[in-house]
């Protein structure tokens, strides 16, 4: 029964391409990395089963591609990087702010 159920998992995850879900929550607390090719691509912290600080994600090259900040699970604000350099903030309300002007994506 055990491998029959490991099996379904395997089939599952494979045919999700091993992604993460941005609404996933855990029951886990404390830190978490998620990693690709041997490199962290997405790390953040678990409080009482819920996303809380500051999330990141990677590229594949391991430069920032966004961080996300979450309270109990709720998402506060979302800042995108360009060369390691923040250019656009987007608050819990959606109201964009460009942080820096770049040839970025889109022009602020």
């Not at 430069?63 to 900040?69: F, G």
Request: a positive charge.
């Amino acid at each position: 029964m055990l491998r029959f159920f490991l099996s379904l998992a395997v089939l599952f995850f494979a045919s999700q391409g091993f992604s993460q879900s941005a609404t996933s929550d855990s029951t886990i607390n404390g830190n978490y990395y998620f990693k690709t090719k041997n490199t962290v691509s997405l790390k953040g912290y678990f409080k009482n089963t819920k996303r809380h600080k500051i999330w990141t994600w990677y590229n594949e090259d391991g430069s920032l591609h966004k961080q996300i900040k979450y309270k109990h699970g709720r998402q506060l604000w979302i800042i995108y990087f360009e060369k390691n350099k923040p250019w656009l903030k987007i608050d819990r309300n959606g109201k964009r702010r460009v942080i820096r002007a770049c040839d970025c994506r889109e022009n602020g």
